[in-house]
């Protein structure tokens, strides 16, 4: 079953002479429980796909559909909750809000959500140990190394049980054990949950974990593959 | 709410010499606030009460044309119903009966224009306490002959105690009033002005002197404070003779109207710049603060965060910084305040010169007005809580992925 559907998806920047078509006409479609990489060289297009994928950036023209809803015909403040109920976000620079714990990190999105107390502290306290770091709820994202700051990116994207999470270049700032671990975990979390996985990435280890690799160039897709993982 | 005041409460301390440096401003534009309005109204009333307590009174009641012609045919008699009215007026503290008028000064070497002011001393003396500003010689009493004159006057006319003073002038009527008078005692007035045409000579004797027998040209009351003068007039009005009117202050100076009202425009004109500079200083830091935030502020709705909540926690932070600032400052002027205020700044040297020559008394008072707080307080919130604005404006306009990329 398709989750997302894309179609003719263009992103024109107007710079002050030249317009630069970043995304140039991309169809596609993902499937629930997928885990695909979308790979490329350097300004290919593949953020700024992923960003208009999530709901970030407005495309030039084309559709992105999310459970057959057509996301850029929302209002602005209807997207907002949209991401907030749909999508999960992990970034290159993990991005945890850097005056909340751990555990409040992954409980904020739930109280957006206003999930009840209790449910939002035993969901966060089995997040947090299933991406292995519950004895570190209370701790402050400056106390944590980099590989803990992702993993608690990671369970801050799950927490509210989104359709997919968007990962743009999450192993970007790891080191080489923080990367392998932190993809173990993801791999796990999509198995366990059947959530979908899309990664911007060049990291050659996150295109040898996935199941799908798109391939961007120029602003358009040159390859999609399968895999049998 | 708990978790907004939360997150509010632990982002001012992420950065805590910013979030000092913020609350610092404020404080410094408070307290430097504080310190200009308690002086400038610490000195503007005691202006005002010197010259109320000297001169004027709160409020006279004067025949209605005295305060036009200042002539001595313009006076009147207080009867029986105006004494009832005084007295039964709980605002009204003291009242005293004077006649205002001029007359030439002469001494053996030297003649002088002078105001006379007939009073009864014991009733002056309760009032604007007279007599501490005798200097030389002694102070008059009811049905004394002598007179009492102004230092500079004094000195003016060559004259000192115990010499004669020859007074003309034109009394009731037409006329001719003249008079020789023994100088009892010399005032050394705080206020140059008066000091340098002022004669005081007791009530019966002056009203001998201008051929008043019986009458007055102002009736003087005190109420606590200037707030309460207009409502004294208004209950006074309407029982008054028609013959008479009834004045304030103000309306009897509006020379010292005017010269305060000029001191409080070009107090708010050195506020406003004080206030302008804070200002900029604090909305530099507010730029720098929001910079800083843009990528933390980006990922916030990115995941979901409405703006109208991102708007909240930042108005929460704004007003926890403003709050900090402003109470500071208050604490921090109250003790300089409350020090001067006790001890007031006696100036000396050119400057007391120089405020001499102005006619203002050289000392330099604090007020302490609960306004004086009050409002440089609340001023100071207000200004920074519209610079605060421009945080609101950031958010509305900032674009989630640009940010992200900040």
Not at chain 2, 82 to 105: C, G, P, V, Y
Not at chain 2, 344 to 355: A, H, L, S
Request: aromatic share 10%.
């Amino acid at each position: 079953m398709n989750v997302i559907e894309i179609k003719d998806l263009v992103k024109i920047y107007n710079s002050s002479e030249v317009k630069v078509k970043a995304v140039n006409g991309i169809t596609v479609d993902f499937e629930e429980g997928e885990f695909t990489a979308v790979v490329g060289p350097s300004g290919s297009g593949k953020t700024t796909f992923l960003n208009m994928l999530g709901g970030l950036d407005r495309p030039t023209s084309g559709e992105v559909k999310i459970g057959g809803i057509n996301i850029w015909e929302l209002s602005s403040k209807k997207l907002i909750d949209f991401r907030m109920n749909n999508i999960g976000f992990v970034f290159q620079a993990y991005n945890l809000i850097p005056v909340l714990t751990a555990g409040e990190n992954v409980e904020f999105i739930m109280h957006l959500q206003g999930k009840p107390k209790k449910e939002r502290e035993l969901r966060t306290r089995e997040l947090l140990e299933s991406v292995g770091i519950g004895d570190r709820i209370k701790s402050r994202p400056a106390k944590l190394s980099g590989g803990q700051q992702q993993r608690v990116a990671v369970a801050r994207a799950l927490a509210s049980k989104p359709e997919f999470i968007l990962a743009d270049e999450p192993t970007a700032n790891l080191d080489s054990k923080a990367t392998t671990e932190l993809l173990e975990l993801m791999a796990e979390m999509n198995r366990k949950y059947n959530t979908t996985f899309i990664f911007a990435t060049h990291d050659q280890r996150v295109m040898d974990k996935a199941k799908r690799i798109i391939t961007i160039e120029d602003g358009k897709i040159i390859k999609d593959e399968e895999f049998d993982q | 709410m708990k978790d907004y005041l939360k997150i509010a409460w632990r982002n001012l301390w992420r950065n805590s010499r910013r979030t000092l440096i913020t609350a610092a401003s404020i404080l410094f534009g408070v307290f430097f606030a504080v310190a200009m309005s308690s002086l400038q109204l610490g000195t503007l009333e005691n202006m005002i009460d010197n010259m109320v307590r000297f001169y004027s009174g709160y409020v006279q009641i004067q025949e209605k044309d005295f305060l036009d012609t200042h002539s001595v045919n313009n006076s009147f008699s207080v009867d029986d119903h105006l004494k009832t009215l005084i007295a039964s007026d709980e605002n009204i503290i003291q009242s005293t009966q004077r006649i205002e008028t001029f007359a030439l000064a002469g001494s053996e070497s030297n003649s002088f224009p002078s105001m006379i002011l007939g009073i009864i001393p014991e009733k002056e003396e309760a009032i604007s306490g007279l007599s501490k500003w005798l200097g030389e010689g002694e102070f008059i009493s009811s049905g004394s002959k002598d007179i009492l004159v102004g230092k500079v006057l004094a000195d003016n006319l060559g004259v000192s105690v115990s010499d004669s003073l020859v007074l003309i002038g034109q009394g009731y009527h037409g006329i001719s009033a003249t008079g020789i008078y023994r100088v009892a005692g010399l005032l050394d007035f705080p206020l140059p002005d008066l000091s340098k045409q002022v004669i005081y000579m007791d009530l019966a004797n002056c009203q001998e002197f201008m051929g008043l027998q019986g009458k007055i040209t102002s009736l003087v009351l005190m109420v606590h404070s200037p707030e309460e003068v207009t409502a004294a007039m208004e209950r006074l009005k309407p029982a008054l003779n028609p013959d008479l009117s009834i004045y304030s202050w103000d309306e009897i100076q509006p020379e010292l109207k005017n010269l305060i009202e000029g001191k409080v425009a070009s107090g708010k004109i050195v506020k406003g710049l004080l206030f302008m500079v804070i200002g900029f200083g604090v909305w530099a830091t507010i730029i720098m603060l929001m910079h800083e935030r843009r990528r933390e502020l980006g990922v916030m709705i990115a995941i979901g965060t409405q703006k109208f909540r991102i708007l909240i926690l930042i108005l929460i932070e704004s007003f926890f910084i403003g709050l900090i600032g402003v109470i500071s400052g208050v604490a921090a002027s109250f003790p300089l305040v409350w020090y001067f205020y006790r001890n007031p700044i006696y100036v000396t040297g050119k400057m007391e010169e120089t405020y001499r020559t102005m006619g203002f008394e050289p000392v330099l008072k604090f007020s302490m007005a609960p306004d004086i707080f009050f409002s440089p307080a609340v001023t100071v919130f207000v200004i920074f809580a519209l610079i605060s604005l421009y945080q609101f404006y950031y958010v509305l306009k900032l674009k989630t992925v640009e940010a992200l990329r900040a």
